[in-house]
Each structure stands twice: as structure tokens, then as C-alpha cells.
């Protein structure tokens, strides 16, 4: 049986609170709402790999360090991210990432993330072996204190 009221996730390209396409994303914005309880947001202690087996090589996650300007480093990311990105990624810092496009692209995703203290998605085309790839993308934030965002999980939707 389906949610009444299903957590909800803001559309970078609408503004709108609303549901990912991918049902693979639908289920990874649940258990985030899960774990995070009756709280803002839940830590990383909460995310249990195991639970994420649907979709592991399609995680990412992220550490946000704050300070000015604010840096992003890429803690662990799935073998699905190094077939669409053409290299390993896990311990990149954001500021190395070679794609001056996407490098930007992902960082303003990330910052309207810890703006709008909110899940959001979107989705993306891409380049991929000189073929179009589309695909839905969604970051849920983390955090350590329950108030700051200190972490970015982030899944491709593959449906």
C-alpha cells in the first residue's frame, strides 16, 4: 500500500515539491524520511548500506566543509558515478573535479541543497561513450547536529 502523504522533494527545474520519476529515487527519498525520524535531518549514522543495496553503486556521498568559500569533498562514490563521469571520483575534492561545467553545475546544486534545507532532484543529460545519457539525479542532506548540513547523499535514478 502506498504512502497517504509521500515525502516530497523540491524539482530544481520547477521550484515545486514533488516526486521524483525514478522509482528507485521515489524509494531512497522514503527510507531518508525514515531514518530521519521527527527530525530536520538524519546523520550518517542512520544511512545503513546494506539497506541501500537497491542502488549502492548509484550512491554518493559527500562531506560539506564549511568556511568561505564553503568546499565540498567527495567521501565515496558508487562505480555507476565512474562510468558516467569517465574516472574514480571517491576522496576527489569538488574544486579538482576536471569538467569545469559539471564542477559548477554540481556545486550550485549542492549549495540551493543547504539553502533550501530540503531533498532535491532533477534530472540531466549527459555524454557518455558518445551517447546521450538521461538520467534523474537527487541530493538528500545529512547532518551530524541535526541542524547544519555536514554530509550529501546523493542517487542516480535508473529506471
Same mark, same amino acid.
Given at each position: $500500500? ?5 515525502? @516530497? ?6 521550484? !515545486? ?7 528507485? +529515487?521515489?524509494?531512497?527519498?522514503? #527510507?531518508?524520511?525514515?531514518?530521519? =525520524?521527527? @527530525?530536520?535531518?538524519?546523520? @550518517? ?9 537497491? $542502488? +549502492? ?9 564549511? =568556511?568561505?568559500?564553503?568546499? #565540498?569533498? +567527495?567521501?565515496?562514490? =558508487? ?30 546544486? #549542492?549549495?540551493? !541543497? ?5 531533498? @532535491?532532484?532533477? &534530472? ?8 546521450? !545519457?538521461? #538520467?534523474?539525479? $537527487? !541530493? ?7 541542524? &547544519?548540513?555536514? $554530509? ?8
Amino acid at each position: $500500500m502506498a504512502e497517504p502523504n509521500p515525502p @516530497r522533494a523540491i524539482n530544481d527545474a520547477t521550484g !515545486l515539491a514533488e516526486l521524483p520519476a525514478s522509482a528507485d +529515487l521515489r524509494r531512497l527519498l522514503a #527510507y531518508w524520511n525514515g531514518q530521519r =525520524g521527527a @527530525r530536520t535531518f538524519p546523520g @550518517r549514522g542512520d544511512i545503513d548500506p546494506v539497506d541501500l543495496g537497491f $542502488m +549502492l553503486d548509484r550512491i554518493a556521498l559527500t562531506e560539506v566543509h564549511d =568556511g568561505d568559500p564553503r568546499r #565540498y569533498r +567527495l567521501r565515496l562514490v =558508487g562505480s555507476f558515478w565512474h562510468r558516467l563521469v569517465g574516472f574514480e571520483a571517491t576522496g576527489m575534492w569538488l574544486e579538482d573535479w576536471p569538467h569545469a561545467n559539471q564542477r559548477k553545475i554540481t556545486m550550485d546544486f #549542492y549549495e540551493a !541543497l543547504i539553502a533550501g534545507r530540503a531533498p @532535491r532532484f532533477t &534530472r540531466r543529460d549527459a555524454i557518455v561513450d558518445d551517447q546521450v !545519457l538521461s #538520467y534523474e539525479i $537527487m !541530493l538528500l542532506p545529512l547532518s551530524e547536529d541535526g541542524s &547544519r548540513v555536514s $554530509m550529501i547523499m546523493t542517487g542516480i535514478g535508473q529506471d
